[in-house]
């Protein structure tokens, strides 16, 4: 019979501690599992969105800094 080492785990500091990302479409698919992601590593996150509401409860579940509704494609 073997016996393997025990492996500790190795402490790291979060990947994007102090840093601040903005994410373009954060209330939903790709980019609220991205801002999920980010605020896991460290970031202070910035969501945008189309959608007021999901753009509201998408920035409650990760706890964004701040967050902006509007279209990037919609004509001025």
């Known amino acids: ?3 393997a080492p025990s492996v ?3 402490r790291r500091d979060p ?3 102090g840093q601040t ?3 373009i479409g954060g209330s939903a698919g790709i980019g609220l599992a991205t801002a ?3 605020r896991a590593e460290g970031a202070g996150v910035i969501l945008t969105g189309r959608n007021p ?3 509201r ?3 409650t ?3 964004a800094v701040s967050t902006a509704a509007f279209d990037a494609n919609a004509p001025e």
Do not use: E, K, N, Y
Request: glycine share 8%; no cysteine.
């Open 53 to 55: 509401g999901r753009l």
């Open 8 to 10: 500790s785990p190795s």
């Open 36 to 38: 999920r992601h980010a």
């Open 57 to 59: 409860s998408a920035a």
């Open 21 to 23: 990302v903005v994410i």
């Open 15 to 17: 990947a994007l501690l």
């Open 61 to 63: 579940d990760v706890g």
């Open 1 to 3: 019979m073997s016996t």
